[in-house]
Every structure is written in C-alpha cells, then in structure tokens.
C-alpha cells in the first residue's frame, strides 16, 4: 500500500525568503511522484513530477523537488517567495501500474508581506 | 483548449436529500476520476473511469453513492441520501489516459456540497 505523509500542515514565510515544504512517502513498489498546487476556490494544478532520471525536477513557478529514495522523501523548494505563491500544496504518489493517485493531506503556504 | 468543466460549483441540501454532480472532462481524455476532498485532508479517490467503464471503485461508499460516465465523455455523481459526513468539495479530473502512472490528472474547479 502507498501512504503519503505531508507532515507539516501550515508553514508562514516571509516574501522572497526561502521555503521547503515536505514529503514522505511509504511504498513497497516504484512509484511516482508529483506535487499539486491549489489556489483558493481552484481546482488543483500539476507543479512538478518525478518519473525517473535525474533526481532533480523542476517545475513552474520557480518550484523544484528532489527526489530521495533512500529518505523516501519528495520535498518541494522555492528559492524566493512570492505572496502569488500563497496556496494549499499537495504531495501525491501514483504506482508504475494503474494511475491510482494518493494524495497527501496538504500544505497551507502563506507568504507574509 | 478548454479545461475540466464542473457543476453546480456550490450545493446546499439537508440530509437525507439526493443530490447529482456533473462533470465534463477535456476532450480527448480517456480516464476521468471523482475525489472527494473533505476540509483539511487531500482529495480522495471515489471512482475512476476508462472510457465508459469502471477502473477503480473500492472507496465508493456504494450504499449512497453511484457515479455513471456514459458515452465515455460526461459523468455524472449522485449521492442518494445525502449524510452530514458527506459535506466536502467534489473534484473531478481527467488524464489521456496513455501513461498509467505518470498521467498527468487535470482537475476541475470542484462542487463545494454542504450538507445541514
């Protein structure tokens, strides 16, 4: 079975410092991975995801994750924030088979002027 | 090209009614999905279409819920009787359906149902 652990509900941070908002996730297949924006009374947007290759995935916005497999982590970075960036974020993960999406429970980012 | 349609965008109804959410993915797509999103927690996977049949419906609650997709283009949800625990937002999404795992799920803005 996939979980998906998001392990921080709210995170504040100040314009145009830097943010990381975390992922976990637990699996005993391959997975992939993705991060999911939602901006307030929007449906949910792709930001970024990890298929395979270099670890490295950057995506819109300026957003990057890195994936680890041995912390079986998937965290989000933003080297400079905007308060445009303020949004509810969700880590998901999908196996090599099927296309069954298990999200996270979200990350709120608020970006303080 | 136009995004993942949803409607109503909002619903009140009290307990016990029935009510019906319709959604129209982008065209072309083959798998469309219904997740109810409850307030605080990721979106949930109700059911998954490929075409006009059923891929994924083990988190249904089957008692009250029914979701239909006919023609493989529209679908619509209905919850038939509404319970207070069923209050969330209905997302609906759609994917080309070509790459398994890696699609990328296209969603709509969602139906916001309060039930009181």
């Known amino acids: 079975a996939q979980s998906v652990t998001q392990l921080d509900s709210q995170v504040p941070v100040f314009e145009e410092a830097p943010v990381e908002l975390r992922c976990n996730y637990s699996s005993s297949v391959s997975v992939y991975l993705f991060w999911y924006v939602q901006y307030p009374n929007q449906g949910l947007q792709l930001l970024l995801k990890?298929?395979?290759?270099?670890?490295l995935v950057k995506g819109i916005n300026g957003f990057e994750a890195e994936f680890n497999k041995s912390q079986t982590s998937f965290h989000l970075r933003k080297p400079s924030v905007h308060i445009s960036d303020t949004a509810e974020y969700f880590c998901?993960?999908?196996?090599?088979?099927?296309?069954?999406?298990?999200f996270g429970t979200g990350t709120s980012l608020t970006v303080i002027p | 090209e136009a995004g993942v349609a949803q409607s109503p965008r909002y619903k009140i109804i009290e307990k016990r009614q029935s009510v019906a959410f319709w959604c129209n993915p982008i065209s072309g797509h083959a798998t469309l999905y219904w997740y109810q999103q409850i307030l605080g927690q990721g979106p949930k996977l109700l059911i998954q279409?490929?075409?006009?049949?059923?891929?994924?419906d083990s988190q249904l609650p089957k008692d009250r819920f029914s979701a239909e997709r006919l023609k493989g283009v529209d679908s619509t949800l209905k919850i038939q009787p509404a319970k207070l625990e069923d209050s969330a937002v209905y997302l609906c999404?759609?994917?080309?359906?070509?790459?398994?795992?890696?699609?990328?799920?296209?969603f709509g803005p969602g139906t916001r149902l309060t039930v009181l």
């Open positions: 279409f490929q075409n006009n049949g059923v891929v994924d």
């Open positions: 990890y298929l395979s290759g270099s670890t």
């Open positions: 999404a759609s994917s080309t359906g070509l790459a398994g795992g890696t699609d990328t799920q296209y």
């Open positions: 998901a993960v999908s196996r090599n088979t099927g296309n069954q999406f298990y």
